[in-house]
T-cell receptor, first 112, second 113 residues
Framework: DSGVTQTPKHLITATGQRVTLRCSPR?????VYWYQQSLDQGLQFLIQ???????AKGNILERFSAQQFPDLHSELNLSSLELGDSALYFC???????????FGDGTRLSIL | GENVEQHPSTLSVQEGDSAVIKCTYS??????FPWYKQELGKGPQLIID?????GEKKDQRIAVTLNKTAKHFSLHITETQPEDSAVYFC????????????FGAGTTVTVRA
């Protein structure tokens, strides 16, 4: 058990809808990272937050946004969903700069 | 981001034999190289990592070697067991990043009993 908790485990929704994925980092970790894993693109970095502030962006679509709250949990918001957004979404956390990242078990998002 | 190439994409070994997975990266300034193991239905699990100030690191049956000149690093699993069957990913940080990672495409390792 990595100590990173993601909810829900599975999410099924339709095109055009909006969903929110939640992540609770390991106790004491200040950094949260979001990744998308799909069969054709592999594991792709989306965005990173550190102690409530956005620190880095990767291949994140404008339809996607995230935030980190004062209690350090994070949410990834996906809107105007398309079939191609179907993927596994992982959250990872680390203690800060130069610290290893530990992943949760992901949320499987299916768009019908 | 960092361009990370991983080979082979699949690897089948007999139980007890060794498995080797190789990755290359493009940014000579990269200084941190983790390896993850992902089992079905689970998230990637960090199994070992290496920083650029060392050439080799070992943890029981797992070892990682780093060649900074050639810009490649390898995962070695010795005395493989059925529970080593999984998908393995290498990663390297994006240039100038705070450890946002770029992952290889993964290697599916199957250990035959």
């Amino acid at each position: 058990d990595s100590g990173v908790t993601q909810t829900p485990k599975h999410l099924i929704t339709a095109t055009g809808q909006r969903v929110t994925l939640r992540c609770s980092p390991r106790s004491g970790d200040l950094s949260v990272y979001w990744y998308q894993q799909s069969l054709d693109q592999g594991l792709q970095f989306l965005i990173q937050y550190y102690n409530g502030e956005e620190r880095a962006k990767g291949n994140i679509l404008e339809r996607f946004s995230a935030q980190q709250f004062p209690d350090l949990h994070s949410e990834l918001n996906l809107s105007s969903l398309e079939l191609g957004d179907s993927a596994l979404y992982f959250c990872a956390s680390s203690g800060g700069q130069n610290q290893p990242q530990h992943f949760g078990d992901g949320t499987r998002l299916s768009i019908l | 981001g960092e361009n990370v190439e991983q080979h082979p994409s699949t690897l089948s070994v007999q139980e007890g034999d060794s498995a080797v997975i190789k990755c290359t990266y493009s940014d000579s300034a990269s200084n941190y190289f983790p390896w993850y193991k992902q089992e079905l239905g689970k998230g990637p699990q960090l199994i070992i990592d290496i920083r650029s100030n060392v050439g080799e690191k070992k943890d029981q049956r797992i070892a990682v070697t780093l060649n900074k000149t050639a810009k490649h690093f390898s995962l070695h699993i010795t005395e493989t067991q059925p529970e080593d069957s999984a998908v393995y990913f290498c990663a390297a940080p994006w240039p100038g990043s705070d450890y946002k990672l770029s992952f290889g495409a993964g290697t599916t390792v199957t250990v035959r009993a």
